[in-house]
């Protein structure tokens, strides 16, 4: 089975910084990746998929990168509304990470 | 717009069973695959299971294989989860969510808001 690793488990961050979220598969995954952000209480929301591709609607700070087994997901300027918890998930066998929650 | 409304959760007993419903609107149901997706209290997301557009094909995660039945009923646009021989670590919220193309292997666009299952003595 493949297994799906996200790093840091925290990050703790600033209004203003630039954010980068790491997920890593145990075995290349092309570019089946997607990542979801969640807030509490909220039910996930899409950002991107197949590695790079943005959501429609998502703003365009977000931006997704890798193939293979590395994924980055970055913030480019972090917004208030992004404090949140951030998933990477390989869709072909529908594994998610752990989880990355972005406090303050 | 997508709508994904559960519905179903609730109190069980260990052993019992649950039947958990997705009412979906705003989209061509019979086009895309379909998932049911849990987050136990405090963890992170634990796929469920996955159906097809047609229904033909199902998917289930190891730790529900055998207990859990997907099902869909595309006249009545619904995605159902049938849930028995229900365990304490079956407890979490269920969310319904909608694939992003027909086939089951698809990442998920749009997300009901979830119901609760308590499995409980």
């Known amino acids: 089975d493949i297994q799906m690793t996200q790093a840091p488990s925290t990050l703790p961050a600033s209004v203003g910084d630039r954010v980068t979220i790491t997920c890593r598969a145990s075995?290349?995954?092309?570019?089946?990746l997607a990542w979801y952000q969640q807030k509490p209480g909220k039910a996930p929301r899409l950002l991107i998929y197949?590695?790079?591709s943005l959501e429609s609607g998502v703003p365009s700070r977000f931006s997704g990168s890798g193939s293979g087994t590395e994924f980055t997901l970055t913030i480019s300027v972090l917004q208030p509304d992004d404090f949140a918890t951030y998933y990477c998930?390989?869709?072909?066998?529908?594994?998610f990470g752990q989880g990355t929650k972005v406090e303050i | 717009e997508v709508q994904l409304l559960e519905s179903g959760g609730g109190l069980v007993q260990p052993g019992g069973s649950l039947r958990l419903s997705c009412a979906a609107s705003?989209?061509?149901?019979?086009?895309?695959?379909m998932s049911w997706v849990r987050q136990a209290p405090g963890k992170g997301l634990e796929w469920v299971s996955v159906?097809?557009?047609?229904?033909?094909?199902?998917y289930y995660a190891d730790s529900v294989e055998g207990r859990f039945a997907i099902s869909r009923d595309n006249s009545k646009n619904t995605l159902s989860l049938q849930m028995n021989s229900l365990r304490a670590e079956d407890t979490a919220v269920y969310y319904c969510?909608?694939?992003?193309?027909?086939?089951?292997?698809?990442?998920?666009?749009?997300w009901g808001q979830g119901t609760l299952v308590a499995v409980s003595s």
């Open positions: 969510a909608k694939g992003a193309q027909l086939a089951p292997r698809s990442c998920f666009d749009y």
């Open positions: 705003g989209f061509a149901f019979s086009s895309y695959a």
């Open positions: 159906i097809s557009g047609s229904g033909g094909t199902t």
């Open positions: 075995q290349s995954i092309n570019s089946w």
């Open positions: 197949k590695a790079s």
């Open positions: 998930q390989h869709y072909n066998s529908w594994t």
